[in-house]
């Protein structure tokens, strides 16, 4: 007994499983305690005990890559590899209430920023994060010679399969609790919460390698073939170019708002009084063929196509796969014009990478979660509702310096469209029996209501006369799973044809002054950053937009999904069924007749992934000095 346990001692297996369970315990205790993971259910908490398992099996093994004379040493760097990593985050955490990722190393202006400020940063606690390392070597010095991490075949390969089955079962529980959780990438606490915080690395390691090969290849020949495409594109713009120059602009994304609750009565009751008002104002410029054109990355895509008339991408959310690109965005442009720009948002930071895209994007100020008064009593769902999150940003606005670019991001109208406060309940829900159906329109009108109140404020503050708001919104709320409820809710079947078309959000343009009536031209919101910036009067030559000024004169009618699908004042081409359709008949008709359609669409869409991917904009003063001087020489 003695010698099969002494033997077992010197084989260092009791090193091994004593180390594994030491770094186990200290990282679930660091995940747990040192950042702030929002662990909603057992659930999660079960997944967040179980996370770092895996990894931990799969990189202490890699030390039996190592001959024997080396594998203690090996097995001891990666330990404090690993812990190191732990103790990195924690302490960058504690800063910027984010972790690591390596576009962050490599913009490592933010690591001098915490230089100077690390030291104040650290804590008697995470020296405590050392303390395992350090009872670990001193066992390795004790041990000396006689340790040698000589497991055998059979046990490594043991370490390994326990390693990837722990890995699976981890993925399977957090694609459970959050489908689409690796490709959609919303929330880097999300992705720590469910992959653990090595796993983690590892998916950021990966799509950094994916997106800098992308960029490598890229030359400066291919923004031209874009430019050559995009500036065919443009119309002419007419008597709305300038109207309203000068002036500070207000963006208000609408939270998952679709177009057909605009005018629509829930038992003789209307969902959106206010917008009903707005759109019928003589100052407003109501779109009613307006489309969204977002992807997986949802708000984020939206933020994204709204500042930039490029689209998002087709997997992924481009704000956290392309964040580092160099872009031509709305804020920058105005920027160069004396203009201050800013977001404000009720959520953490971090949601959708927005704290470091939206430097990429040049925008001066981020009001996010840390600068509003979030409590539990004033939050519901993802964060601040929107009430106090609109009453909270009056004196914030109001401080900014004029003329400003802004945008507001609403939140409580979203999905699954909660509401804990009998006060925020205005209207009855729906009966489809459907849930998410039937509660959409309660948090829509508490939108609503919240829009009405913003309004008026800014009006109360001084802020409204100088001012063009722009409401949209910023995509679909109801996905076509509930297309029975919904066909109850329109009173019609739907078919591919119905979907797409409900695929429309509001948007209203207003400005005390401006010339308001109905615009039934089809567009999207890839065209917002052209009609902003000729609305203000901006020309904007040799900037790559996808969209045009849905203000122009002999514009196209035209919108592009993300997935294919086109939209036009004559037909509907529903792009995954390859269905194309009469507008005006309702009715199924050849495909051919779409076609035309369906290869714009794939030339665009390809386009402007060529210009993400490729980070092509990095090109832009170059080629346009290029064509100046060809200009200048003709
Ligand atoms: C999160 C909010 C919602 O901050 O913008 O994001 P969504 O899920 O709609 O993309
Ligand atoms: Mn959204």
Known sequence: MNERFNKMFRSGLFFFVAAVLLLWAKTYLTLKYSFSLDIENTMQEIILILTPLGSILFFLGLSFLFSKKRRVKAFLTLYFIMSFVLFANAVYYRFFSDFITIPVLMQYKNFLELGGSAKELMGFTDLLLWVDFIALVVW???????????????????????????????????????????????????????????????????????????????????????????????????????????????????????????????????????????????????????????????????????????????????????????????????????????????????????????????????????????????????????????????????????????????????????????EDIMIEPANTGDGTVDRYFQTARYMDEALKQFFQDMKEAGEYKDTIFVFYGDHYGISTNH?????????????????????????IIHAPGLDGKEMKTVGSQIDLKPTILHLLGVETPNDVQFGTDLLAEDRKDIAIFRDGSVITDEYVYAGKENICYDKQTEKEIKTSVCKPLKEKAQKELSLSDKVVYGDLLRFLDENAKAIEQQSAEK
Request: overall charge negative.
């Open 483 to 507: 297309n029975k409820a919904m066909s109850k809710i329109m009173g019609e079947e739907i078919r591919p044809f119905e979907e797409k078309q409900l695929q429309q959000v509001p948007l």
């Open 140 to 422: 390795a010095k004790i041990q000396k010679n006689h340790l040698v991490l000589a497991l055998k075949k059979r046990t490594v390969t043991a370490i390994f399969a326990t390693a990837l089955l722990s890995m699976t079962i981890n993925l399977s529980l957090a694609e459970a609790e959050r489908p689409e959780l690796l490709t959609r990438t919303f929330d880097r606490a999300m992705l720590v919460k469910l992959l653990g915080i090595y796993n983690f690395h590892v998916y950021d390691g990966v799509m950094t390698a994916k997106t800098q090969t992308h960029r490598a290849f890229a030359e400066s020949s291919e923004l031209s073939e874009v430019q050559h495409y995009t500036n065919a594109e443009k119309g002419k713009s007419d008597k709305y170019f300038g109207a309203a120059e000068g002036k500070n602009v207000v963006l208000v994304s609408m939270e998952s708002l679709q177009n057909f609750v605009i005018d629509y009565k829930l038992n003789g009751q209307e969902v959106t009084p206010f917008l009903n008002d707005l759109v019928k104002d003589e100052n407003s410029l109501y779109f009613s063929n307006f489309y969204h054109n977002t992807g997986q990355g949802k708000t984020s895509d939206s933020e994204f196509i709204v500042d930039n008339s490029l689209y998002g991408l087709p997997r992924g959310a481009v704000f956290t796969t392309n964040s580092g690109n160099e872009y031509n965005a709305t804020p920058e442009i105005l920027g160069e014009k004396g203009y201050t720009s800013a977001v404000f948002h009720g959520n953490n930071d971090s949601f959708w990478n927005r704290d470091v895209m939206y430097k990429s994007l040049g925008y001066d100020h981020f009001f996010s979660e840390k600068d509003y008064n979030v409590t539990p009593e004033n939050s519901v769902n993802y964060g601040l509702k929107d009430i106090p999150f609109f009453e909270q940003s009056i004196p914030k606005i109001k401080n900014l310096e004029e003329p400003y670019y802004t945008r507001f991001i609403t939140l409580t109208h979203h999905y699954p469209f909660v509401l804990n406060d009998k």
